[in-house]
């Protein structure tokens, strides 16, 4: 879960057991990607309204907008797609993916995901689903 405060600058992520996601930066010419783990078990497994009054933990991660951040949310088909020879795109991949999506133009962006997911696993069958969500400051 994603909430944006576009008045006071600020979002913050309540990341549920899922993948981790990736936020990302170019500072003074190099990409910088940082991984948010999940903080919270996954919704509906009774555990999380448990962690959810623990007041004693921050389980969210909270940031000021800067332009040109990018927060990258993935499911586990992307590190999970395999090639033809049954070797899996994994998290190096996924996050070097993402420093390359940071540069794509937003109208490209469909085209570059589709192409590099067409490439990776030519003629091997996804075995999840691949969706991504690059939110774009």
């Not at 600020?10 to 990736?22: D, I, R, S, V, W």
């Not at 623990?54 to 949310?73: A, P, R, T, V």
């Not at 586990?76 to 795109?89: A, H, N, Q, T, V």
Request: aromatic fraction near 12%.
């Amino acid at each position: 879960l994603c909430y944006v405060d576009s008045q006071d600058k600020k979002f913050a992520l309540f990341n549920c057991g899922h993948t981790e996601c990736y936020l990302t930066v170019k500072d003074n010419g190099k990409y910088k990607v940082a991984p948010l783990p999940a903080k919270l078990p996954p919704l509906g497994m009774g555990a999380a309204s448990h962690e959810l009054s623990n007041q004693d933990k921050k389980l969210y991660y909270g940031f000021s907008i800067k332009e040109g951040f990018h927060l990258n949310l993935y499911s586990d088909g992307l590190p999970d797609m395999k090639d033809p020879s049954g070797e899996r795109f994994e998290e190096e991949r996924t996050k070097k993916f993402f420093t390359e999506l940071y540069s794509v133009p937003q109208e490209k962006l469909n085209d570059h995901i589709s192409q590099t997911v067409a490439s990776w696993c030519a003629e091997a069958r996804l075995p999840d689903d691949v969706t991504l969500i690059d939110i774009r400051f």
